[in-house]
């Protein structure tokens, strides 16, 4: 596609349920990126890929929070038995940028906006 | 945890004046970058400047960089209405992390 799609849009869960949000980034991107963005805040690291490989993940804020990209294209993030404070904006990024170090501004969705009640 | 912050955190100019906003890192640094925000979308990115480099231009934006002092301005000349958005600086350290480490963000309003 044209920019980098997210669905859904908005979503709301009750406390302990699970979610799974979805990135299809610009087709042929190699990297992806996933981020946490608060009410008022700049966004936070979670996690990147390189194609399928999850090459970083130390963003991530706890074992409840899991994502993948298991054919270098769609990604996923779960968020198991959410919880209040998981209520953020999530912004999937992409870059056609194979280097750890890219010279390239990344590429943005739109975002999912998880509401946890 | 963020790294960049953003001066100030609000800003409200009329139609016509420049808007200047500035960036403040603690780390070594290979590129930073300004990316613009609209309420309720994605960050579209802005402009790179790279560690070696002390200015750079991309139509009404200037962004200097003074690698000593840690710090970056973004300069929007001309204001227009379309303009209004959150800024946000992004750092690419040195230390090869993958990620870019954002600030808080300026809130820039463009008074009609």
């Known amino acids: 596609g044209a920019g980098v799609s997210q669905s859904p849009r908005y979503k709301v869960a009750k406390r302990g349920q699970d979610v799974a949000l979805r990135c299809d980034p610009i087709?042929?991107?190699?990297?992806l990126f996933w981020y946490q963005q608060a009410l008022g805040q700049g966004p936070e690291f979670l996690t990147y890929?390189?194609?399928?490989?999850?090459?970083?993940k130390s963003g991530l804020p706890s074992d409840r929070f899991f994502a993948e990209r298991p054919e270098g294209s769609v990604s996923t993030l779960k968020i198991q038995r959410t919880q209040q404070e998981d209520s953020a904006v999530y912004l999937c990024?992409?870059?056609?940028?194979?280097?750890?170090?890219?010279?390239?501004?990344?590429?943005f969705g739109s975002g999912t906006r998880l509401t946890v009640v | 945890s963020q790294q960049g912050e953003e001066d100030p955190q609000a800003l409200s100019i009329q139609e016509g004046e420049n808007a200047t906003m500035n960036c403040s890192y603690k780390?070594?640094?290979?590129?930073l970058q300004w990316y613009r925000q609209n309420s309720g979308r994605g960050l579209v990115h802005l402009i790179l400047?790279?560690?070696?480099?002390r200015e750079k231009h991309s139509g009404r934006l200037r962004v200097t960089l003074d690698t000593s002092k840690k710090s970056s301005s973004l300069l929007i000349t001309a204001s227009r209405a379309a303009d209004t958005a959150s800024y946000f600086c992004?750092?690419?350290?040195?230390?090869?992390?993958?990620?870019?480490?954002f600030g808080k963000g300026t809130h820039l309003i463009i008074q009609p």
């Open positions: 990024a992409s870059s056609s940028q194979r280097d750890r170090v890219s010279n390239y501004g990344y590429t």
């Open positions: 087709s042929g991107h190699v990297s």
């Open positions: 890929f390189q194609n399928e490989a999850q090459l970083d």
């Open positions: 780390t070594s640094i290979n590129n």
């Open positions: 400047i790279r560690s070696n480099e």
């Open positions: 992004a750092i690419r350290s040195g230390g090869g992390a993958d990620g870019l480490t």
